[in-house]
């Protein structure tokens, strides 16, 4: 089980017009925790055990003029069944002992409204496993370990009808893995560039 909070502040933009609060001020605090059951069938003869999950989050979006400024921070263990510390959940040294990986991560992105049909964004965001040194080097369970990805764009989106929006972003990623060898010792890069469309029923 999972259990989930959360409280959002709402507020008009202050520069608006009077009467005009299509524009608005959103400033959450959260947070997650529950517990994830993990078999370890090398180390522990199929035996299992509950490991705790949970994370705190503060995020937000600020609209000011033509500009909105998106952003997120969050921090926490044992994240990877939600797609945080970098898919990683728990870390086993070699005499078998598990602990949860710790990570923080967060985005920003800043965009820019040129007209009411088309906008430009950029942004940059990041997820860092915080795992301790004895927990990576020689062991099974952290062979492949990811120790940082982070990722910067650029996009941009036109409203093509009420109802129909398409978008492109180019982005540009980057995988650090632990260990010594050409592969898990280095750092894996990518460039992908994607189209998008958005239909409102």
């Known amino acids: 089980p999972i259990f989930e909070a959360a409280a959002v ?5 202050f520069w608006q017009d009077e009467g005009d609060t299509t524009r608005r001020w959103l400033i959450g605090l959260g947070g ?8 370890n ?10 490991y705790d999950t949970m994370m705190v989050m503060l ?9 909105t400024l998106t952003g997120q921070i969050f921090a926490g ?38 007209t009411d049909d088309f906008s430009m964004g950029i942004g940059y965001g990041f997820d860092d496993p915080v795992i301790h040194s004895d927990y990576i080097e020689g062991s099974d369970g952290l ?8 990722r910067a764009y650029v996009d941009a989106f036109y409203q093509v009808t009420t109802n129909f929006k398409i978008g492109v972003e180019y982005a540009r990623l980057s995988t ?23 239909y409102d029923f």
């Open 77 to 114: 263990e044992n994240l990877g069944g939600i797609q945080a510390g970098v898919g990683q959940t728990v870390a086993f040294n070699p005499q078998g002992y598990g602990k949860g990986v710790q990570t923080v991560g967060g985005f920003i992105d800043l965009s820019y409204q040129f």
């Open 41 to 50: 069938m090398a180390e522990f003869n199929d035996d299992k055990e509950d």
């Open 9 to 13: 502040y709402d507020h008009d933009a």
């Open 32 to 39: 997650m925790y529950g517990q994830t059951r993990i078999r």
């Open 176 to 198: 650090h893995y632990a260990g010594n060898d050409a592969y898990r010792g280095g750092v894996g890069r990518s460039d992908r560039f994607q189209v998008s469309a958005y």
């Open 143 to 150: 062979s492949d370990s990811r120790t940082l990805n982070d």
């Open 59 to 67: 995020g937000g979006v600020l609209p000011f003029w033509n500009f």
